[in-house]
């Protein structure tokens, strides 16, 4: 529903009233930061994002405290861009920008995980769920391509392509989880037209720094019927980020561009976090079976987050 929903429906400010809602309903905590406070934070690459809308950003964090004794501790990380016109990198022709409502899709598994979690209530672990929400628009305030904005870690990123804005939402949203010193970092996004073409509409990529998360995640997925997909992590393909006046590029060259994408996310979290990243861009919304799913949002990740969690509980 929440995939589905028009963006003039469906705005930072209504997801963040959403989550509110879902926390008082299914056990959970909830923690709205407003602009001002992402701010003080110093989140500037989420927050460069958000300078081109009219409409407020809001940085989302629910919490699942189990009852008892805490064995470990999870962040749950979704893009949450309501609307993504690309910028000034304007997305044109076949980049179907009319369907860029569903560019939360992976704040909408997050928040789907958060609910169902909420009210199974596993034991022993701790679930944090954290969605950097905001719109990707044109005003005169927007971030212009060359831009350079500093990340929440201290990171300076040289934006040479507005149209790749999830993963600078994404770089302050995973060093806030960073920083809630979690044993594990799980983020989903409708991040890269890259994995589309690699793995189709029925098939999300994942790429991970821990073999074992890897193989839990891969087994729930299987078991929840979700198509899952292990792609590479060669750091060679970093040398595409370099950038000559920052810390990095936004985007690298076309070829592997959804392996630059996750190699561009792991700068943005303490390397003892074991991570793993979920592209859902091919697999969030589909055209097929309309008589089951007349809008075409899938919902897809929730039953993996919550499989994946469940498992997890039995150990």
Excluded at 71 to 91: H, M, P, R
Excluded at 156 to 167: H, V
Excluded at 199 to 224: F, I, P, R
């Amino acid at each position: 529903e929440l995939v589905a929903a028009p963006p003039n429906s469906l705005t930072p400010t209504e997801m963040a009233k959403k989550a509110i809602d879902l926390a008082k309903n299914n056990n959970l905590q909830a923690n709205i930061l407003d602009k001002n406070k992402c701010n003080e934070l110093s989140m500037g690459a989420y927050l460069a994002v958000a300078k081109g809308s009219d409409l407020e950003p809001k940085f989302i964090h629910l919490i699942y405290k189990p009852k008892g004794k805490v064995k470990e501790k999870i962040a749950l990380v979704g893009k949450g861009l309501t609307f993504d016109s690309g910028g000034y990198n304007l997305k044109v022709g076949a980049s179907q920008i009319e369907m860029m409502k569903y560019d939360m899709g992976g704040s909408a598994a997050v928040l789907g995980a958060a609910k169902a979690l909420g009210a199974l209530q596993p034991k022993g672990i701790e679930i944090h769920f954290i969605v950097a929400a905001c719109e990707n628009m044109i005003n005169g305030s927007a971030v212009h391509p060359g831009d350079v904005v500093t990340a929440s870690n201290g990171k300076t990123i040289e934006i040479n392509n507005t149209d790749a804005e999830g993963r600078l939402t994404l770089a302050d949203a995973l060093t806030y989880a960073s920083n809630l010193n979690p044993d594990t970092i799980v983020d989903l996004a409708t991040l890269t037209g890259a994995c589309v073409v690699a793995l189709g509409n029925d098939v999300a990529g994942m790429w991970s720094n821990n073999k074992n998360l890897s193989k839990e995640l891969l087994d729930a997925a299987k078991e929840s019927g979700e198509g899952l997909w292990q792609m590479p992590l060669h750091k060679s393909y970093k040398e595409g980020l370099k950038s000559h006046i920052a810390d990095m590029k936004n985007t690298g060259p076309r070829a592997g561009g959804s392996i630059t994408a996750a190699l561009f996310l792991e700068e943005f979290f303490d390397k003892d976090i074991n991570w793993a990243h979920i592209d859902i861009a091919g697999t969030c919304w589909s055209e097929k079976n309309k008589g089951l799913n007349p809008s075409g949002a899938t919902g897809y990740g929730v039953r993996t987050l919550v499989k994946w969690i469940k498992n997890k509980e039995k150990d």
